[in-house]
């Protein structure tokens, strides 16, 4: 499988963003201080990264980076960032994971923050810990990267990981990389059918068949867009075909913001 070094301008989440946030703001927003829906507050990496790779404030990556620094945790060579609240799996009452769990999606875009900075030490870190059993599921057809590890498999948090695992690799171009991300675009090809619903929205996750139209965010387009940069990174047409038949499916309007403080 072939991958393509991409132009610096197309690589996901590369504009500055929360430039009218002020510190305070963001630290809110990165413990979720008051959040019902995510046990009212505790550590999120997801937030966290998403604000350190994209806003152009240096002082407040710093303060980003001390947090992340205080929460992670590191064992032998590799380091997680753990999510220390427990959070209900589409509001349910029992399907719960529970504090500290680390997922796929935070680790990747772990990886676009200190990629951008250019921290390989810690980079390297984070990289290895997609070879580690805490998100991650080796099968014969290829890695998964779970969001929420064996409580949910949604694609769009698998697919995010690979963003994080290409912009690595992107940088550094080491071949455990590269390896790890074309692990994770076979598991996309081998999987893709448990979650397209023909003639309609496709599903959140494949287990507990919840149609990204009734979940917020508008999660169909988002896996549209990202078959589409699929399609950027590797100029396989299996992925176009399948950007083709989703949008066939399912007609998403509006723009879709993944990255705000609704949403993650």
Known sequence: MKIHEIKKENLKYIEPAFSHLSKDDI??????????????GGFHPTRAMSYMMRIPNKDIIQHIHQINEYRKIEKDNYILY???FDFKIHNSKTNIIKADWFSGMGQG??????????????????????????FTEQTDFGNHYMEYPNHCYALNGH??????????????KTNKAKHLLIEGIKW?????????????ASFYCSDHKVLCNRQGGKYHKVHIE???????????????????????????????????????
């Open 159 to 172: 697919i995010f990981a690979l963003y994080g695992l290409y912009e690595y690799w992107y940088r550094f």
């Open 188 to 200: 996309v090809k081998s999987n893709f059918h448990k979650y397209r619903n023909i003639g309609d």
């Open 226 to 264: 990202q078959l589409e940069y699929l399609t950027l990174l590797t100029g396989d047409n299996w992925f176009s075909d399948r950007v083709k038949e989703l949008k066939d499916d399912f007609n998403v309007s509006g723009d879709v913001v993944v990255l705000s403080n609704e949403r993650i």
């Open 109 to 134: 875009f772990a990886l676009i923050a200190y990629s951008r900075q250019n921290n390989r030490k810690i980079a390297d870190k984070i990289l290895n810990s997609f070879e580690s059993d805490k």
């Open 27 to 40: 630290l809110k927003q990165i413990m979720a201080f008051g959040e019902k829906r995510l046990n009212y």
């Open 82 to 84: 753990p999510y220390t």
